[in-house]
């Protein structure tokens, strides 16, 4: 069974940052590309990152040039490094795997 759980989350001021983790297990990681989504209080969720099992990244335009998201192959971990952090950043944030697996999400509360 593929469990992805995730850490990292917190509290930070604005212009802060936060490095999100998310360990999966019970599957090959390296085959897996990777995701973060969030979602914030009354809105849909949105999808923030891809990395491929190769490493090609891609970013939604609202977190260009300030989030990365990384993968340990040797720890099956997805990263995301998230630097200058704004209120609008303020989300649960949920890492998925190909095949549809999901963590329960770490929540990020960004405060101005």
């Known amino acids: 069974q593929v469990q992805l759980v995730e850490s990292g989350g917190g509290l930070v001021q604005a212009g802060g940052s936060l490095r999100l983790s998310c360990v999966v297990s019970?599957?090959?990681?390296?085959?897996?590309?990777m995701e973060w989504y969030r979602q914030a209080p009354g809105k849909q969720r949105e999808w923030v990152a891809y990395?491929?099992?190769?490493?090609?990244?891609n970013y939604a335009d609202s977190v260009k040039a300030r989030f990365t998201i990384s993968r340990d192959n040797a720890k099956n971990t997805v990263y995301l490094q998230m630097n200058s952090l704004k209120p609008e950043d303020t989300a649960v944030y949920y890492c998925?795997?190909?095949?549809?697996?999901w963590g329960q999400g770490t929540q990020v509360t960004v405060s101005s």
């Open positions: 998925r795997a190909t095949g549809g697996y």
């Open positions: 019970g599957s090959i990681f390296s085959i897996h590309a």
């Open positions: 990395i491929t099992s190769g490493g090609s990244t």
